[in-house]
């Protein structure tokens, strides 16, 4: 795994300015997605890149066929609970599986950020220290390996089921006489050739119209890890910039070759830190709600001596 060392605030910014927010071959800036960890992923310390269900062991011993099913009558359980706690219900396994992660239940995602300074405040936020109380370095990893992303997933499903469009009655801007020349009247064609065109081309999908442009694959169906940008599951998510990255191999950690490491030296965490808070990324920003806002006045009041 490539990684970097950050000892100042203003050497974190360099990096994701200048190695990281590179131009891909159409001049466009590639997407970045960040996630930051109060440890580093090291072998052995358990805190590898996986998805929090990749971290239970029984869970590796099972067939996939198996571990499926654990997943899907999870999922299925936590749904029937919800709708005593929510608003609204999730049309679909991505929603409700991001409701899900969001309280706490085992899943296949993993939570980033496309703001690399919310990255940034979740390594520095808490520090470590190792069995014999020496201070540990954190980390932000990287993801560079520009993953799918459902949004355009779901843009080629609707594009593959748009309805086609009836070449009968598409006249070219040559055709100077009567529009409805090739018809017996008012329209309508007299042959029957062309007769519910519409409707078999979606026959062919198998589906409706609507039913078919969300015919997305399930989050337990994909074959390659998919970013799920989640509408409106939680004010953190939104304020924390947030996206989840489904793994579709989530027992396994994600390959070295798809992550860079931006080391946070430990010396450098209380100033990072003081200088997240001056550009507004701290605890009541990111946690906008009463437990966001205590964490904020814990640590202006009694951990920085009232800092301003």
């Given amino acids: 795994m490539n990684e970097f060392t950050i000892n100042n605030f203003e050497a974190y910014l360099s990096i994701v300015r200048d190695e990281i927010g590179v131009t891909g071959q159409d001049g466009k800036r590639q997407r970045r997605y960040f996630r930051g960890q109060s440890k580093r992923a090291l072998p052995g310390n358990g805190y590898d890149l996986i998805p929090s269900i990749g971290r239970y062991e029984h869970l590796k011993g099972c067939s996939l066929a198996e571990r499926d099913t654990i997943e899907n009558d999870v999922l299925e359980t936590f749904s029937n609970h919800l709708l005593t706690y929510v608003n609204h219900l999730p049309r679909n396994d991505w929603e409700a599986l991001a409701i899900a992660q969001h309280h706490g239940l085992p899943t296949r995602f993993m939570d980033w950020s496309i703001n690399p300074l919310v990255a940034l405040y979740f390594a520095c936020r808490n520090s470590k220290k190792d ?30 089921v748009r309805p086609v469009k009836d070449s009968a009655t598409q006249r070219t801007p040559e055709a100077d006489g009567d529009p409805y020349d090739d018809f017996d009247f008012d329209g309508v064609s007299g042959s029957d050739d062309n007769d519910g065109l519409e409707e078999d081309a979606v026959e062919k999908s198998g589906k409706g119209v609507w039913e078919a442009a969300n015919d997305l694959p399930s989050p337990f169906d994909i074959d390659e890890n998919t970013i799920y940008d989640p509408p409106h599951v ?75």
């Fill in 131 to 160: 069995k014999d109380g020496e201070p540990l370095d954190s980390a932000v990893y990287v993801l560079i390996s520009e993953p799918q992303r459902l949004s355009d997933l779901r843009r080629e499903v609707e594009q593959e």
């Fill in 234 to 308: 939680s004010p953190r998510i939104r304020a924390q910039d947030g996206v989840l990255l489904a793994c579709h191999q989530p027992m396994k950690p994600l390959e070295e070759k798809d992550v860079l490491e931006l080391v946070i030296s430990h010396d450098a965490h209380d100033d990072i830190r003081r200088r997240l808070d001056q550009y507004g990324v701290f605890d009541k920003q990111l946690f906008p709600d009463l437990d966001g806002i205590a964490k904020w006045l814990k640590y202006r009041v009694f951990e920085i001596n009232g800092m301003t």
